[in-house]
């Protein structure tokens, strides 16, 4: 039940032999998630479901209390910015474990990477620092600064991922321009982490007649003036994570809580979904080995017609095929995550080559006032934000054609081995008691948030069928090169 | 045979129950157990006699479930633990226990676990002392038991032969466990049943001349009509709710019904509900071969499980959300996959019925 690293992963056990440090954080963050999963996440996972489906206002404080304590949240932040330095692909093995436990948990654990990863893509290094330095010291004292990302609408939801969509989308909320800074009206909703974040990433166009052009990244606190948390849903399933609608009622926000970056439509949703898609697949992975394995232990100790379900061959091939498809949508969502590693938004983040860096570098210069004003500088923020515009279109493409295609083919798997659980347990799955039709319940949603699985495929069919002519074969950045710790250094005052 | 003018008027009126009583009641129904049971929802059940319809060949039981299942499943899944009980009452000659138990003919809400496979091993266990039996053991998933006044349960005598047994709820000795929490069907009240010492007269056991898994498995296929009609009910009220949907949402400058990829996962749902429907009407008026039969509800089941995730997913988040009720839907339909067993369990049953003519269990 409890697979060796290598067994799991052997793509990443055959590239550790070439990059030793790289396989020891995927190990690392494997060993520690896996012991959060045994000693919070399994105890815990039905009561808190049962709980919230009582109060939807319920949030699970002691298991928020106890990520911060094991530094979950801020594992993928950069040393330089306060947190644990492990990029996002070596930590997307604990969003499998810890997800493989509850898959709400894991989204209440995990959803500020989408923020902190949409604040990346603006190459806003200042308000990275804000906002990962709010995250990780808050953290360090028990109460992270969770953050959310709002981005659907009430009539607009995929398409506001979507440039193409975009463009016609039912927008009703935006960020008007006033003098000294800008007025948010409208509403969000199904925003997860919504209730409990203290700092909330708004992306509202400016004008919403052309949201293509005018569409930025707006960080609100939650206590501003105008701001307000609406309905919390009543969800099917993850209900440990909280949705709810956001509410800005003509609420003022200063110049600076607009992000420095171009307009978001194109390549920054595209980098930001790139990585995150990869994280949505890696729970697909988690809820099909969740299924697995309650599926194989309930098989060892039932019967049926006077034998263990076990012993029945079309249990066994029942059983086979929830292992495969594990490994399937393990394959997948590892593959993106490379991608996302060699050609996507992670290459800049978190490649190698920085965390390299920063493993040099002591923490205490890291958090020197030097280094930090350093790091929000002007200069700092337009050398980023230079490297964001050097990625070639042809590896965004790649990198967001592996993501697309990992989501879509792990969350599809992820429910079918639900459907073959159930099928296994029978009646007893049907319990609530025997954790399997919260898997059930939890995984549909895997198939709609970060674009629906439809307009995944087409994104597939974008970015890896039908690619633009013009766009260059992709060229791999080699984990852990100096070139662009130099590019980074360059772009250093 | 019941005329169609009569089934019409039998749809129409449950049709008008689930839009007056059911749809005022989905929110209690479906945070039951944390809320207390509509009680009106289930005294206008009574009232208007569905609990005293049977499978009788006319088509009346599964057009109300059906009809009704279009509102809320879970009340009809209670209907169909009842008739399940009171029909396994009547097969085996014995409705004058229904009098025996209440006073009153056809009126006790009986409670039937109507997910168990119907030859699978029960933890019921009972033994002959005298003019008694001696009752051990436990029920799961018993449907109706928290409501009931009496129960009638799959189990086994001492020497492994099955039996049919039925019992006061007030007996002494019977433990009705808190109602459970389940996937869907969420509203019909279930819970395990304990039995610690029961004694009862040895007249409630009520296996046929045939025996008790013959017993069972008689009635089972005479509710195969019905069940199918609840998939059909359930899928075909996510059909329209993701109709709706699709004209009513616009992406990308027209509405969704209009995207190819939207009509095609509407077909798959309309190509599942007519045959969720067909299945429902054959299997309820037809004496069919069996292997037709399993065959017709094996995949009814499953169809109409997979299709209500396609009606959560063309509703995209809103379909994820309790409001807009296809959530319930989706998991009503995948608790419906089990009623008279798990879909793989049936499977083997087919072949058995279509290679070795039933001789093999």
Known sequence: MNPSFAEMYPTLAALGRRRPRMLADFERALRIARRFRREHIEPNALAIDRAVMRDPTYVAEEIIAAAAREGLFGMTVPKAFGGGGMSFGTFIVALEEIGAGCLGLANLIGVHGLAIATVAATGDVGAMAKVSRALTDGERAGRPALLSTAITEPGAGTDVEDVDLLRTARLTCEARPVRGGYRLRGSKVFISNGSIARTHVVIMPTNRERPVETTFAFLVPSDTKGFSVGRIEHKMGQRACPAAELVFDDCFVPESARLHSKALPGRRIELVLGATRGGVAAWGAAVARGAYERALAYAETHEIDGARLVDHQWVQIKLADMARNVMLARACYVEATLSNELFGLSSLVSGGGMQDLARIVPQRVLDSAAVRSLLVSRRAREGFQASIEQLDAGQIDTASAHGAAAKVSATDIGMANCHIALDVLGADGLRHDQGVEKLYRDAKLLQIYEGTNQLNRLEVYKRAVHRKPERAEPRPRPLGAAAREREMVRGQP | ?361
């Open chain 2, 1 to 361: 045979m019941i005329e169609n003018t009569e089934l019409d008027l039998i749809r129409r009126n449950v049709a008008r129950f689930g839009d007056d009583v059911v749809r005022p009641s989905l929110d209690a129904l479906n945070h039951y157990p944390d809320v207390a049971l509509p009680e009106r929802l289930f005294g206008t059940l009574t009232e208007m006699g569905l609990f005293d319809l049977s499978a009788d060949g006319s088509g009346a039981l599964s057009v109300a479930l059906a009809t009704l299942s279009a509102a809320a499943a879970a009340p009809a899944a209670s209907v169909l633990a009842h008739v399940m009980g009171r029909e396994l009452l009547t097969v085996a000659g014995r409705e004058s226990l229904l009098g025996v138990i209440d006073g009153h003919a056809f009126r006790p809400t009986l409670a039937y676990p109507i997910y168990a496979e119907t030859s699978g091993p029960s933890p019921t266990r009972v033994r002959r002392v005298g003019n008694e039996i001696a009752i051990d053991g436990t029920a799961r998933l018993v449907v109706n038991a928290p409501v009931a006044r009496a129960l009638v349960l799959p189990a086994l005598e001492a020497d492994g032969t099955p039996a049919v047994l039925a019992i006061e709820t007030s007996a002494a000795g019977v433990r009705i466990g808190d109602p459970l929490l389940t996937l869907g069907m969420r509203g019909c009240p279930t819970a395990d049943v304990a039995f610690d010492g029961v004694r009862v007269p040895a007249d409630r056991l009520i296996a046929g001349p045939s025996g008790g898994a013959a017993l069972v498995d008689d009635v089972a296929r005479r509710l195969r009509g019905p069940v199918a009609a609840i998939c059909a009910g359930i899928l075909g009220s996510s059909l329209h709710a993701a109709v709706a949907y699709a004209k009513e949402r616009h992406q990308g400058g027209r509405a969704i019904v209009e995207h190819q990829e939207v009509r095609s996962i509407l077909a798959r749902m309309i190509e599942d509900h007519v045959l969720c429907r067909d299945a429902a009407e054959r299997l309820s008026r037809g004496v069919l071969p069996e292997p037709e039969a399993l065959a017709l509800l094996v995949r009814c089941k499953e169809r109409a499980a997979h299709a209500t995730c396609d009606g959560v997913q063309l509703l995209g988040g809103y379909g994820y959300m309790e409001d807009y009720g296809q959530e319930r839907r989706m998991r009503d339909a995948k608790q419906a996959q089990c009623l008279l067993g798990r879909t793989e369990w049936l499977r083997q049953r087919l072949t058995s019925a279509f290679v070795d003519g039933g001789a093999r269990p």
